[in-house]
C-alpha cells in the first residue's frame, strides 16, 4: 500500500518582541498603526497580540533584513 501526500509548503514565522510598549499610559502606540508599520516594511498575515507590542509575522522574501537602531 502506497500513500501519497500532497507537497507541503512551510511558511517561516517571525515574532517581534517590542519593549516597554503602551506602558504606563504615554505616548500610546495603537496596534492597527503597528501593524500598518510591518505591513509597509514587506511584511504580511501581520498580527499583534493584545496591546503588548507582540507581533507575529510572516516574511515575503526568504531573506530578511534586521534594522536596528542604537542609540
Known sequence: MF???PERKFMTKYISI????????KRKIL????????ESLG???VIS???SGNVILNPK???????SQKK
Open 18 to 25: 517590542l519593549r516597554g510598549i503602551n506602558v504606563g499610559g
Open 43 to 45: 511584511f504580511e498575515n
Open 61 to 67: 522574501r526568504i531573506t530578511v533584513k534586521v534594522f
Open 3 to 5: 500513500l501519497f501526500l
Open 31 to 38: 496596534m492597527a498603526d503597528l501593524r500598518g508599520l510591518y
Open 49 to 51: 497580540y493584545i496591546q
